[in-house]
């Protein structure tokens, strides 16, 4: 069966590629500030750091310290399980 990315799942992979490619600014990329505008959404409404792997250096924050709960963290894991089990899952088993 093929893996079909959801509607969030293609955003947050485009949003996380515009971060990694726009790491050496100090702002928000226009890229990614553009789609927050587009979603009606203010820029103090997304916080996130991203670090060289290599190195642990970060080398992009937008409100690094803000304190904010996670949008949907588990769903991203919890969608991945069944391709780590395996294909001989039936249909009981599957979360989706």
């Known amino acids: 069966m093929q893996y079909l990315m959801s509607g969030f799942t293609r955003v ?48 992009l924050a937008h409100r690094p310290g803000a304190s904010m709960q996670p949008a949907s963290t588990l769903k ?3 969608g991945r399980r069944p391709e780590r089990l395996g294909p001989g899952l039936d249909r009981a088993h599957r979360n989706w």
């Open 76 to 78: 991203v894991h919890g």
């Open 12 to 59: 947050f992979a485009c949003v996380t590629a515009l971060l990694v490619a726009f790491a050496v600014h100090a702002e928000i990329p226009a890229p990614v500030a553009s789609r927050l505008a587009a979603a009606g959404l203010p820029e103090d409404s997304l916080g996130f750091v991203v670090l060289d792997a290599a190195t642990g250096k970060e080398v």
